[in-house]
């Protein structure tokens, strides 16, 4: 039995985003799991949108790396946005 590509590359190319992420926002909080999630889902998504849009730039096997990076990073800076908008706590 053979473990298929996706599950070696999307986990690692998610990783590999979020840590890029984190250290370009400096911040390294509560929300690096929501933001985890949304790198996973933001890979994931991003690379099955460059199959019908037929890009090929920077692709490694079936895994299209450019458009699944700019799916991660998009998808966890709305997170990031929206996770501002949520309570905030006042202390006197």
């Not at 926002?25 to 509560?30: E, V």
């Not at 096997?61 to 709305?78: F, H, K, R, W």
Request: aromatic content about 4%.
């Amino acid at each position: 039995m053979t473990i298929g590509p996706w599950l070696v590359w999307v986990p690692l190319l998610a990783l590999i985003n979020l840590l890029v992420f984190l250290a370009v926002r400096g911040r390294f909080g509560r929300s690096a799991l929501g933001l985890l999630v949304a790198s996973v889902v933001g890979v994931a998504v991003g690379d099955a949108i460059a199959e019908p849009l037929g890009i090929e730039l920077l692709r490694i096997g079936d895994m299209n790396v450019l458009l699944a990076s700019v799916g991660a990073q998009l998808l966890m800076i709305v997170v990031s946005l929206l996770s501002a908008l949520g309570p905030v706590r006042v202390e006197d």
